[in-house]
Protein backbone atom coordinates (compact mmCIF):
# COMPACT_ATOMS: atom_id res chain seq x y z
CA UNK A 1 0.00 0.00 0.00
CA UNK A 2 0.84 3.07 -1.23
CA UNK A 3 1.63 5.66 1.98
CA UNK A 4 0.96 9.08 -0.50
CA UNK A 5 -1.90 7.40 -1.90
CA UNK A 6 -5.21 7.91 0.25
CA UNK A 7 -7.79 5.29 -0.11
CA UNK A 8 -10.58 5.88 -2.36
CA UNK A 9 -13.34 4.56 0.01
CA UNK A 10 -11.89 6.98 2.43
CA UNK A 11 -14.46 9.71 1.12
CA UNK A 12 -17.31 7.71 1.56
CA UNK A 13 -16.41 6.70 5.13
CA UNK A 14 -16.21 10.40 6.11
CA UNK A 15 -19.76 10.60 4.39
CA UNK A 16 -20.92 9.02 6.91
CA UNK A 17 -19.06 10.31 9.96
CA UNK A 18 -20.60 14.00 9.43
CA UNK A 19 -24.32 12.37 9.14
CA UNK A 20 -24.98 11.59 13.25
CA UNK A 21 -27.89 13.46 13.97
CA UNK A 22 -27.37 14.75 17.71
CA UNK A 23 -28.35 18.11 19.15
CA UNK A 24 -26.47 18.61 21.45
CA UNK A 25 -23.22 21.99 21.45
CA UNK A 26 -20.71 18.80 21.48
CA UNK A 27 -22.29 17.14 19.06
CA UNK A 28 -22.19 20.23 16.62
CA UNK A 29 -19.08 21.04 17.46
CA UNK A 30 -17.44 17.38 16.73
CA UNK A 31 -19.72 17.57 13.44
CA UNK A 32 -17.80 21.00 12.34
CA UNK A 33 -14.43 18.92 13.16
CA UNK A 34 -15.90 15.71 11.11
CA UNK A 35 -16.73 18.11 8.17
CA UNK A 36 -13.08 19.67 7.99
CA UNK A 37 -11.74 16.48 8.08
CA UNK A 38 -13.70 15.45 5.24
CA UNK A 39 -12.52 18.56 3.09
CA UNK A 40 -9.10 17.51 4.27
CA UNK A 41 -9.42 14.45 2.64
CA UNK A 42 -11.39 15.43 -0.42
CA UNK A 43 -8.31 17.80 -0.70
CA UNK A 44 -5.75 14.93 -0.21
CA UNK A 45 -7.75 12.80 -3.11
CA UNK A 46 -7.77 16.30 -5.60
CA UNK A 47 -3.48 16.21 -4.92
CA UNK A 48 -3.42 12.28 -5.64
CA UNK A 49 -5.04 12.78 -8.48
CA UNK A 50 -3.66 16.32 -9.63
CA UNK A 51 0.13 14.34 -9.17
CA UNK A 52 -0.93 11.15 -11.08
CA UNK A 53 -2.42 12.96 -13.83
CA UNK A 54 0.46 15.46 -14.34
CA UNK A 55 3.02 12.58 -14.07
CA UNK A 56 1.17 10.58 -16.55
CA UNK A 57 0.80 13.56 -19.11
CA UNK A 58 4.17 15.80 -18.78
CA UNK A 59 5.12 14.47 -22.60
CA UNK A 60 1.92 15.20 -24.05
CA UNK A 61 1.33 17.60 -26.21
CA UNK A 62 -1.49 19.59 -27.29
CA UNK A 63 -4.09 17.38 -29.07
CA UNK A 64 -3.78 14.62 -26.36
CA UNK A 65 -4.30 16.64 -23.66
CA UNK A 66 -7.36 17.51 -25.59
CA UNK A 67 -8.64 14.02 -26.16
CA UNK A 68 -7.61 12.70 -22.43
CA UNK A 69 -9.98 15.95 -21.20
CA UNK A 70 -12.84 14.62 -23.51
CA UNK A 71 -12.74 11.31 -21.87
CA UNK A 72 -12.55 12.61 -18.57
CA UNK A 73 -15.42 14.82 -19.13
CA UNK A 74 -17.48 12.10 -20.63
CA UNK A 75 -16.94 9.97 -17.56
CA UNK A 76 -17.20 12.94 -15.21
CA UNK A 77 -20.73 13.45 -17.32
CA UNK A 78 -21.64 9.77 -16.79
CA UNK A 79 -21.54 9.39 -13.48
CA UNK A 80 -23.57 12.37 -12.11
CA UNK A 81 -26.20 10.95 -14.93
CA UNK A 82 -26.22 7.50 -12.77
CA UNK A 83 -27.35 9.71 -9.63
CA UNK A 84 -25.29 7.65 -7.21
CA UNK A 85 -26.33 7.94 -3.43
CA UNK A 86 -23.58 9.63 -2.35
CA UNK A 87 -24.11 12.36 -4.27
CA UNK A 88 -22.07 13.73 -7.26
CA UNK A 89 -18.91 15.30 -5.15
CA UNK A 90 -18.04 11.63 -4.14
CA UNK A 91 -18.83 9.78 -7.29
CA UNK A 92 -16.73 12.21 -9.38
CA UNK A 93 -13.78 11.93 -7.09
CA UNK A 94 -14.03 8.13 -7.28
CA UNK A 95 -14.37 8.55 -10.95
CA UNK A 96 -11.16 10.79 -10.77
CA UNK A 97 -8.91 8.18 -8.97
CA UNK A 98 -9.98 4.68 -10.47
CA UNK A 99 -9.59 7.11 -13.90
CA UNK A 100 -6.32 8.52 -13.15
CA UNK A 101 -4.95 5.06 -11.21
CA UNK A 102 -5.38 2.72 -14.74
CA UNK A 103 -2.20 3.65 -16.49
CA UNK A 104 -4.16 2.31 -19.85
CA UNK A 105 -6.11 5.44 -19.51
CA UNK A 106 -2.53 7.37 -20.84
Same mark, same amino acid.
Given at each position: ?? +??? +??? *? *?????? %??? *?? &???? &? %????? &???? =???? /??? =?? *? %? =?? !??????? /????? !??? +??? /??? !??????????????? =? /?? &? +?? !?????????????????
Amino acid at each position: MN +PDR +PES *S *SADDSR %HET *SG &GEAS &G %HAEAS &GSQD =VTMS /EAK =VS *S %H =VD !YIKRLFV /ERTEN !YGI +PLL /ERL !YTRIMKGIFETKDKG =V /ED &G +PR !YSILRFLVKFAENTANF
